[in-house]
């Protein structure tokens, strides 16, 4: 069964950098591409960014562009998120998860590979 425990989040003012963690098990991770999403209350989840495993190849919402980057251990089956000068507005629950390798991925219409999420991680930025 996929597993997704994400870590890392914090309160941090205006402008501050954070690194997100998420560590997964469960399956072959070189096979998929993982990607990080954020969620407020009521509004849906959306996808900031996302990482091929095997290649490298990197998305970003334009939301996060330049400030944000994505990276990987593929031996430590473990996947980052660097957020630097944060807003309010990325304040947030971040989660991760698998994606399919074969869709539009690249294109920021992911589609996830395993039901389940992971309980995610609080990022708070503060004005």
């Known amino acids: 069964q996929a597993q997704f425990v994400e870590s890392g989040g914090d309160l941090v003012q205006f402008g501050g950098s954070l690194r997100l963690s998420c560590v997964v098990s469960?399956?072959?991770?070189?096979?998929?591409?993982m990607a990080w999403y954020r969620q407020t209350p009521g509004k849906e989840r959306e996808v900031v960014a996302s990482i091929s495993m095997k290649g490298g190849m990197t998305w970003y919402a334009d939301a996060v562009k330049g400030r944000f980057i994505i990276s990987r251990d593929v031996a430590k089956k473990t996947v980052y998120l660097q957020m630097n000068n944060l807003k309010p507005e990325d304040t947030a629950m971040y989660y991760c998860t698998a994606v399919n390798l074969l869709s539009g991925w690249y294109k920021g219409t992911p589609r996830r590979a395993f039901d389940t999420w992971g309980q995610g991680t609080q990022v708070t930025v503060s004005s």
């Open positions: 469960g399956f072959t991770i070189i096979d998929y591409v």
